[in-house]
């Protein structure tokens, strides 16, 4: 089993539409990230959290936000989705008990497509 | 200026050749570096993380060169299984968030 899973891992919706991507991890890391891909933008972070119900912005936020209620799960919605939202979404998890500047271990994607 | 900046390729490049990617970054408080890879469609992939001595792990070499601020990868006897984008990344400086800055990737081709 994967250690990130995230769900679903393709979705197709309309404009306007609120959507909820899932992640859940089993590898007991306190730190969790939700990023963006777009072709030649490279990976862009949404949010990011240390710890249940912490919550921080990153550097692309507006339009999406977060909830997470358990140190496995770390859940990203649309709020009302636009076809500029879509792209490759990764969640991704680090372990801080080494240090502050660990990698970071991904999920295998959500890939969104708004129409 | 990008805070990490890669040539994007893509490198197209014959199985057993030796291949070096190079990375800047613009922030000279970086203190944690790391090669990921990603192939098409597919998450990334930790490769290897750059220390300051630099750092080898099989045909794969790791450099950092703090004072020029860039980062290299060597990739020696090229595997087609090499074919793949090769992101650059860079701890994020302020303290204390484990936030990462990841390169757009450099992409390598390797051919028959």
């Known amino acids: 089993d994967a250690d990130v899973t995230q769900t679903p891992r393709n979705r197709i919706t309309k404009t306007g539409k609120r959507i909820m991507l899932e992640c859940s991890q089993t590898?007991?890391?306190?730190?969790m990230y939700w990023y963006r891909q777009d072709p030649g933008l490279g990976l862009r972070l949404i949010y990011y959290?240390?710890?249940?119900?912490?919550?921080n912005k990153g550097e692309i936020s507006d339009g999406y936000s977060v909830s997470r209620q358990a140190q496995a799960k770390f859940s990203l919605s649309l709020e009302s989705a636009i076809p500029n939202q879509t792209a490759l979404y990764f969640c991704?998890?680090?372990?801080?008990?080494?240090?502050?500047?660990?990698?970071?271990?991904f999920g295998d994607g959500t890939r969104l497509s708004i129409l | 200026r990008k805070e990490v900046e890669q040539d994007p390729g893509p490198f197209n490049v014959p199985e057993g050749a030796t291949v070096a990617f190079n990375c800047t970054y613009s922030n000279s408080a970086s203190q944690s570096f790391f090669w990921y890879r990603q192939d098409c469609r597919k998450e990334p992939k930790l490769l290897m993380s750059v220390y300051s001595s630099g750092n080898e792990d099989g045909r794969f070499t790791a450099q950092l060169n703090r004072a020029s601020q860039y980062i290299s990868l060597l990739i020696r006897d090229s595997k087609l299984s090499d074919s793949a984008t090769y992101l650059c990344v860079v701890n994020g400086v302020s303290s204390n968030t484990g936030k990462l800055i990841f390169g757009q990737g450099t992409t390598l081709q390797v051919k028959p």
């Open positions: 959290s240390f710890d249940v119900k912490d919550i």
């Open positions: 991704a998890t680090s372990d801080p008990s080494r240090g502050d500047n660990q990698p970071q271990h």
């Open positions: 590898k007991g890391h306190d730190r």
